[in-house]
């Protein structure tokens, strides 16, 4: 009876777990994504402030570490973990900066949850709708890919009319890196050079 | 240009594309004829900046929104025989259903296509065409190609497209100022096109590291998400690499 109750109870868990972990991909963007907006919005903050917030948010919703190595491909392991590190700092400034120029477009959207896919445990796509806001005439359908990463959910891709944006940025820095006989100093270089007051010195 | 010129241009882009494909290029996974490729699109960057550009801009100013919607809704509901073909081709019996509906419903009620009452009885528009039928049917997408004006393909694109034009209702009907006609749905066509990128262009100018490479990888992914109907295929998805 009680080798019954263990072999139920362990099946049970191993089916639970990935629910769980869909369950808490699709609370994470839920509650991370209202955030941002809430941020967008907010009337009481200076220019500054604002920028600074979401800047802390977006650090908090996704791996830039993990992202980076993502996009250097298959150059991450041939670099050395300095250069790693510098294009890392180049990487996120310049992401961010892409973001900071577009930020006076948004703030009063709304995002709705629809569903979640897992595709292995810790790993699924949470499907949304923003709508309202900058996009009030077109709702926009997006993907968010989340990834269980010391134990916290967090976004390395999303999904955007049919563009994953991780995978795009890959497609880029590989290409930069390859045209420049496989040195990933080109690509920081040239991700520091599009960035206003990139520090970044290789 | 006739059925048996276009088929000749298009069988002599294929031969040269194919005798390219062996040359000693370095190239990026997937395009192998990235040399010739960059050529071609700098080309057409010239002739965007200096022609496209300002015309698509112009049109967009002096025409009335209402009035491009109505071009728009006319050129898509011409196309609407080769939708309808692509949709049986793939067996998807609803869409082909509801392109059918579509047509008929535009072409009649509709002013013959300008107004979009299908829209409003809740029947949306969806595309196919026969590079997405090709790659349903197991056709990989080949080397990636920028044609001349055209802008970024692949071989299977370019045979569908070829084909589709080839096969086109147009090309077996006989009619006064067919020519003309002809012409004047090709120059709409890519005026209103690139209207709708004037916006997503710019944006793409502004961010790029290298806008070749910008434009094949958003061609590359929005042709995957036109194959598979916005689903996702879990399987395709990159890994990502977790260890430190």
């Known amino acids: ?202 | 240009m006739d059925r048996f010129g276009r088929s000749t241009l298009v069988l002599s882009i294929g031969f040269f594309v194919s005798s390219c494909a062996h040359l000693p290029w370095r190239h990026s996974e997937g395009d192998p004829l990235e040399p010739m490729n960059r050529a071609v699109f700098a080309f057409n960057t010239v002739a965007d900046k200096a022609v496209l550009k300002p015309v698509a801009k112009t049109y967009q100013t002096i025409t009335p929104r209402p009035v491009r919607k109505g071009v728009r809704n006319f050129l898509d509901n011409l196309q609407s025989p080769v939708v309808l073909a692509n949709d049986i081709l793939q067996g998807k019996w609803k869409r082909a259903a509801k392109t059918t509906a579509r047509f008929a419903i535009n072409s009649t009620v509709g002013l013959g296509g300008v107004v979009d009452v299908a829209k409003g009885a809740g029947i949306e528009k969806h595309y196919e065409d026969l590079g997405q039928t090709l790659a349903t049917k197991g056709i990989s997408a080949g080397p990636y190609l920028v044609l001349p004006l055209f802008g970024p393909s692949n071989m299977r694109d370019l045979t569908g497209l070829a084909t589709e034009l080839t096969l086109s209702p147009l090309s077996f009907t006989r009619f006064k100022g067919k020519q003309t006609f002809g012409r004047v749905r090709l120059a709409l066509n890519t005026m209103d096109r690139r209207v709708e990128t004037l916006q997503d262009m710019k944006l793409i100018r502004k961010n790029t590291l290298d806008e070749y490479v910008s434009i094949r990888s958003y061609y590359e992914q929005i042709r995957k998400d036109a194959i598979t109907d916005g689903a996702i295929d879990m399987d395709d998805l990159p890994d990502f690499n977790l260890l430190e």
């Open chain 1, 1 to 202: 009876m009680r080798l019954m109750f263990l072999i139920i109870f362990s099946v049970s868990t191993l089916l639970a777990k990935p629910l769980i972990a869909s369950e808490e991909a699709m609370h994470f963007v839920q509650e991370k994504v209202n955030r941002v907006l809430d941020v967008l919005a907010d009337p009481s903050m200076d220019e500054n402030k604002r920028i600074k917030e979401f800047e802390n948010e977006i650090l908090q919703i996704a791996d830039v570490n993990v992202i980076a190595r993502f996009v250097l491909g298959p150059y991450a392991a041939k670099a050395s973990p300095a250069q790693v590190t510098l294009f890392t700092r180049a990487f996120q400034d310049y992401a961010l900066g892409v973001y900071r120029s577009e930020l006076d477009d948004f703030g009063h959207e709304v995002i709705q949850i629809h569903e979640t896919k897992e595709r292995k445990p810790g790993d699924s796509i949470v499907y949304t709708t923003i709508a309202g806001g900058a996009v009030k005439n077109k709702p926009r359908e997006i993907k968010w890919r989340i990834i269980t990463i010391n134990n916290e959910p967090r976004v390395v891709d999303i999904e955007i009319s049919g563009v994953w944006i991780s995978q795009h940025q890959r497609a880029e820095i590989t290409g930069v890196i390859a045209r420049n006989g496989g040195n990933i100093n080109a690509a920081t270089k040239m991700l520091c050079a599009q960035t206003t007051g990139c520090k970044v010195t290789g």
